[in-house]
């Protein structure tokens, strides 16, 4: 059974024709080309999936297109405001090497801007890592990632995102 | 102009932009028209007898396009899959070398042994279509448990190695270990299991297989550490494509730990499928066969004893090590524990005389090969446990018995017994500096704090040494390897001086876009901007060995060095000849080539520059381009070392242990970039702290299932595992290659485990508990401190 889908994802109305069955990521990726949003799991765990769907990270391997119908996505290609300008939990990233191989890093970021937001800008070490219990990075050992989640809430707060 | 750019400095790194935008290229991001995707049935069980295949049903679903099995690979005669490394066993014989079929034919040996191919319009065809696949399997009794593997009556995993038994290996000097224990004051014995590891990079492995029927040209995108060699094994030992008729690209891989080195069964069927299907054929393992077929790590059985006078001095070791390499050898796992393991087990000390046997066995699980670290991690466990529980036994100080055992600063170059020449080290300043990073001295009154608020607070050192920068061809071949051991790189300047650096290596995380770009930039004055690091492609990159081992810098650095000395000694030809000066007055600092003592300067753009417009050059005497070829044959192994101190605390109500510090202290040589140095020691210890109190491979003993196939039930390491990490560096340069530089990648893997668990065994011993077993889970610890309570 196929049937329309039509959300807005990175600022854009976009639609399509999909499987019933059809994951939100596997329509980012396979119908949007939006490749950045990536699956490291089957038990919805991993993380390396987190979008934000109006405004809240989710794991987007975790609904099907069918329920973001309406909604508006915002991935890891859509952060930026351009290629010189990064969102701030993209620079704390990039300045505390909190990636490696890159993989889980997408999932990272949107979950940690959403984090800093949860948390209204205000965030200490345990907190930081305890809310990173849905996020698996297998190469950094986590530590500069919290430090980069650390260093963003402040940037962010000052940059107004 | 180099210096905020150039070797040593914290450098963010070249390849974050894309990583941190989405616009990274994985296997599985590549947009292949007309693309069909693979999906793999696989075996249920853990040992069974195929007696049909039916796949008439499956073939006429909705959107099948081909459906392959072992049979057919059989009759196109596709070769088995290979281990490259011949290890001879104490009888003289090589290993038993069993099949390693692509598909299973008659038999199945693990629980997601591959069955068959299923190609198909979507991945959601493929696998309804594979779902109607029928197998007839006849059950057959498994063996899971590496303890009985060899026991008489254990089922046989394959007939060409009766009884389970790959080899039988000795390492050392077995009658003069016997006469030394003999006359031991103190003797420690401790039997150790070092638990099965699954590798969890976070890509999945993926491959992609595409033919041109114009050409007759493969091309395989693989998730690979390794592309050339993985091509090498495919065209030379098992599809028998002309190997320049095969192009492998290892685009942006997402981790690999070892894992991704070696040559698969997906990967093979999938080239082999593709001028079959006509159209490109994707595969993306699930995580759920991640965790079933990516080759696993560690699991070993070992019993061990350390020999010591009364003074606490080393007088032997011996360790008798039963290996699981599960139910086929992998590219090569019969290394592993064996020549990369005993040879370890001096570790930092002087012991004089050490005897390894180690059997290597079949058993009904996925295969076993390198993980992170790779038999060094195993070694550094065996030793660095015992020399701690001979510390509490004899009532000395760990750090105190260590330091009277290590080997000397002045006896470098340094003979072990062991088969290695560590070439360089100073281990005294190293464990002292890790004692004051974790001040040591302040310990039993934090201990003394912890035991009011109702928690075991205990410390434990582990000192490594690991042999890396793999290999010298020579060397290894001479212990079976079936491969040269070195690395190629080619620099190549373009007309308007901005630089490629072509490497063998293969980045999966590594940052060498940025390490091996600030090498050319120090090297030849080179803005960091200008440089750009190309690899993972057997089309453009010169052939290479790819990236394990802790090898890239030590080895494929040491070519990116000599590919620059070449440029370098053109340059200064071209300089020479437009100064008109002598080639042997021209020096070269700071990317500019100047004849002493005068004002004279060419820079090296300029050189370049006339090099490609040769028109006032020396043409009679020097080729035009500035495009040089190296390869490097490292002249011994690297010999990294540290230290590691954990502490951890212990709640006895629930078994739960806590790391409240880590301290690691290293010797890496010279440092590239600290920032990225870091990161690799981070990473290494979680992976290793992870082996110690988390992470755990488990086989059901009865049905062979893999009871630990999925994130929900294997246990990786979280953020809140952890607190932050305290780092620290010594160095001693290595004095064989050029940038004086040893290896990080592995090094906090192999460490952490023996710190972790001395930490838990030392937190446990004042009430009473000798022996906990790792993973050390709140579960193993309870029931250690609770006894059957």
Same mark, same amino acid.
Not at chain 2, 99 to 122: C, E, I, K, Q
Not at chain 2, 537 to 554: E, K, N, V
Not at chain 2, 688 to 701: H, I, P, R, T, W
């Given at each position: 059974m196929t049937i329309n889908v039509a959300m807005t994802v990175n600022g854009k109305a976009v639609s399509g024709r999909v499987e019933a069955r059809t994951l939100l990521v596997q329509f980012l990726r396979e119908h949007l080309g939006l490749t950045g949003t990536h699956v490291g799991c089957d038990t919805s765990q991993c993380g390396a999936c987190v979008v934000h769907l109006d405004g809240k990270s989710i794991k987007s391997c975790t609904i099907l297109a069918v329920q973001a119908e309406g909604g508006k996505v915002t991935t890891i290609e859509g952060l930026a405001e351009s290629a010189d300008k990064l969102h701030p939990m993209q620079e704390a990233f990039r300045e505390n090497h909190a990636l490696q191989c890159g993989f889980c890093t997408p999932g990272m970021v949107m979950s940690a801007i959403d984090m800093v937001k949860r948390n209204n800008y205000q965030l200490d070490e345990a907190t930081v890592r305890r809310e990173l219990e849905g996020n698996l990075c297998r190469c950094t050992g986590y530590h500069n990632i919290v430090k980069a989640i650390l260093a963003a809430a402040p940037a962010m707060k000052a940059a107004g995102v | 102009m180099t210096a905020e750019t150039g070797i040593g400095a914290r450098v963010k790194r070249k390849e974050d932009q894309r990583f941190l935008t989405g616009t990274g290229r994985y296997v599985d991001d590549l947009p292949l028209a007309r693309a069909t995707y693979a999906y793999f049935l696989r075996s249920p069980h853990a040992h069974a007898k195929i007696?049909?295949?039916?796949?008439?049903?499956?073939?006429?679903?909705?959107?099948?396009?081909?459906?392959?099995?072992?049979?057919?690979?059989?009759?196109?005669?596709?070769?088995?899959?290979?281990?490259?490394?011949?290890?001879? =066993?104490?009888?003289?014989?090589?290993?038993?070398?069993?099949?390693?079929?692509?598909? $299973?034919?008659?038999? *199945?040996?693990?629980?997601?042994?591959?069955?068959?191919?299923?190609?198909?319009?979507?991945?959601?065809?493929?696998?309804?279509?594979?779902?109607?696949?029928?197998v007839d399997y006849d059950v057959k009794p498994s063996n899971v448990e590496l303890g009985k593997a060899l026991a008489k009556g254990t089922p046989e995993v394959h007939a060409e190695a009766p009884g389970n038994l790959i080899y039988d290996w000795e390492l050392g000097q077995k009658a003069e270990v016997e006469a030394a224990f003999a006359k031991a004051a103190h003797v420690t014995k401790l039997d150790f299991v070092n638990n099965r590891l699954i590798p969890n990079a976070m890509e999945p492995r993926a491959a992609a297989a595409d033919y041109d029927k114009g050409t007759g040209n493969y091309t395989l995108w693989s998730t690979s550490q390794n592309p050339h060699v993985l091509r090498l094994i495919l065209s030379a030992f098992v599809l028998g494509i002309p190997e320049h008729k095969l192009r492998v690209i290892a685009p942006d891989v997402g981790g690999g730990f070892g894992s991704k080195i070696f040559c698969y069964n997906e990967e093979t069927a999938l080239t082999w499928a593709a001028p079959k299907v006509g159209r490109p054929?994707?595969?993306?393992?699930?995580?759920?066969?991640?965790?079933?077929?990516?080759?696993?790590?560690?699991?070993? +059985?070992?019993?061990?004893?350390?020999?010591?006078?009364?003074?606490?001095?080393? +007088?032997?070791?011996?360790?008798?090590?039963?290996?699981?390499?599960?139910?086929?050898?992998?590219? &090569?796992?019969?290394?592993?524990?064996?020549?990369?393991?005993?040879?370890?087990? %001096?570790?930092?000390?002087?012991?004089?005389?050490?005897?390894?046997?180690?059997?290597?066995?079949?058993?009904?699980?996925?295969?076993?090969?390198?993980?992170?670290?790779?038999?060094? @991690?195993?070694?550094?466990?065996?030793?660095?446990?015992?020399?701690?529980?001979?510390?509490?036994?004899?009532?000395?100080?760990?750090? *105190?018995?260590?330091?009277?055992?290590?080997?000397?600063?002045?006896?470098?170059?340094?003979?072990?017994?062991? $088969?290695?020449?560590?070439?360089?080290?100073?281990?005294? @300043?190293?464990?002292?500096?890790?004692?004051?990073?974790?001040?040591?001295? =302040? &310990?039993?009154?934090?201990?003394?704090?912890?035991?009011?608020? =109702?928690?075991?607070?205990?410390?434990?050192?582990?000192?490594?040494?690991?042999?890396?920068?793999? %290999?010298?061809?020579?060397?290894?071949?001479? +212990?079976?390897?079936? *491969?040269?051991?070195?690395?190629?790189?080619?620099?190549?300047?373009?007309?308007?001086?901005?630089?490629?650096?072509?490497?063998?290596?293969?980045?999966?995380?590594?940052?060498?876009?940025?390490?091996?770009?600030?090498?050319?930039?120090?090297?030849?004055?080179?803005?960091?901007?200008?440089?750009?690091?190309?690899?993972?492609?057997?089309?453009?990159?010169?052939?290479?060995?790819?990236?394990?081992?802790?090898?890239?810098?030590?080895?494929?650095?040491?070519?990116?060095?000599?590919?620059?000395?070449?440029?370098?000694?053109?340059?200064?030809?071209?300089?020479?000849?437009?100064?008109?000066?002598?080639?042997?007055?021209?020096?070269?600092?700071?990317?500019?080539?100047?004849?002493?003592?005068?004002?004279?300067?060419?820079?090296? $753009?300029?050189?370049?520059?006339?090099?490609?417009?040769?028109?006032?050059? @020396?043409?009679?005497?020097?080729?035009?381009?500035?495009?040089?070829?190296?390869?490097?044959?490292?002249?011994? &192994?690297?010999? @990294?070392?540290?230290?590691?101190?954990?502490?951890?605390?212990?709640?006895?109500?629930?078994?739960?242990?806590?790391?409240?510090?880590?301290?690691?202290?290293?010797?890496f040589g010279n440092i590239i970039n600290p920032m990225i140095v870091e990161g690799q *020691?981070?990473?290494?210890?979680?992976?290793?702290?992870?082996?110690?109190?988390?992470?755990?491979?488990?086989?059901?003993?009865?049905?062979?299932?893999l009871l630990s196939g999925s994130y929900n039930d294997y246990t990786m390491p979280r953020a809140d595992n952890f607190p932050s990490f305290k780092t620290g560096y010594k160095v001693t340069p290595c004095p064989h290659n050029p940038l004086g530089v040893k290896g990080c990648g592995e090094a906090g893997a192999i460490a952490a485990p023996a710190a972790v668990m001395n930490a838990v065994h030392d937190a446990v011993a004042p009430i009473g508990v000798k022996h906990v077993p790792m993973p050390a889970t709140p579960l193993t610890v309870w029931q250690a401190i609770h006894g059957g309570k």
């Open positions: - | 007696k049909s295949i039916d796949t008439g049903a499956a073939k006429a679903m909705p959107g099948v396009v081909e459906i392959f099995t072992g049979a057919d690979m059989a009759a196109a005669k596709v070769g088995g899959l290979i281990c490259g490394w011949v290890v001879k =066993g104490k009888d003289g014989e090589p290993h038993k070398a069993p099949p390693h079929p692509v598909l $299973a034919v008659d038999t *199945v040996r693990y629980v997601g042994d591959p069955v068959a191919l299923v190609v198909a319009n979507s991945l959601a065809d493929a696998r309804d279509a594979a779902e109607a696949i029928k054929i994707k595969w993306t393992a699930e995580r759920t066969e991640s965790f079933m077929s990516d080759a696993h790590g560690r699991d070993h +059985l070992s019993h061990a004893e350390l020999a010591l006078d009364k003074d606490g001095k080393f +007088l032997a070791l011996r360790v008798d090590t039963t290996a699981n390499l599960g139910a086929y050898l992998s590219t &090569f796992a019969t290394a592993v524990p064996s020549y990369l393991y005993a040879t370890l087990l %001096a570790g930092q000390y002087t012991t004089p005389l050490i005897y390894a046997n180690v059997k290597a066995v079949l058993t009904h699980t996925a295969p076993v090969d390198a993980y992170r670290g790779a038999g060094r @991690p195993e070694a550094t466990f065996v030793v660095e446990t015992l020399v701690e529980a001979a510390a509490k036994e004899m009532k000395i100080d760990p750090a *105190v018995l260590r330091g009277k055992n290590f080997v000397p600063h002045d006896a470098f170059p340094y003979q072990t017994p062991v $088969a290695f020449v560590y070439d360089s080290g100073n281990y005294q @300043p190293i464990i002292d500096e890790a004692m004051k990073i974790a001040d040591y001295k =302040g &310990f039993e009154s934090r201990r003394a704090e912890a035991k009011k608020r =109702g928690k075991l607070r205990g410390i434990g050192f582990s000192s490594y040494i690991e042999a890396c920068g793999i %290999a010298p061809s020579q060397a290894v071949g001479a +212990l079976g390897a079936g *491969v040269g051991l070195w690395e190629s790189a080619q620099i190549k300047f373009n007309p308007t001086g901005n630089v490629q650096i072509l490497t063998g290596s293969h980045s999966h995380g590594q940052s060498h876009e940025t390490t091996f770009a600030q090498i050319v930039s120090t090297k030849l004055g080179v803005p960091i901007e200008n440089i750009e690091v190309i690899h993972g492609d057997t089309a453009t990159t010169p052939f290479g060995m790819g990236t394990y081992g802790s090898r890239s810098l030590a080895v494929g650095g040491s070519a990116i060095v000599k590919a620059a000395d070449k440029i370098i000694a053109k340059g200064k030809k071209i300089a020479a000849h437009i100064m008109e000066a002598s080639a042997e007055d021209v020096v070269f600092e700071n990317g500019t080539f100047k004849v002493a003592g005068t004002d004279k300067a060419v820079p090296l $753009a300029q050189a370049v520059f006339a090099a490609y417009v040769p028109q006032n050059y @020396p043409l009679q005497e020097l080729e035009p381009g500035m495009d040089e070829n190296a390869f490097y044959d490292p002249a011994n &192994f690297v010999f @990294p070392s540290g230290t590691q101190i954990c502490e951890v605390e212990i709640d006895p109500d629930t078994g739960m242990t806590e790391i409240v510090n880590f301290t690691a202290v290293d010797d *020691v981070h990473g290494g210890i979680v992976q290793g702290v992870g082996q110690a109190l988390l992470e755990n491979a488990v086989y059901d003993a009865e049905t062979g299932q």
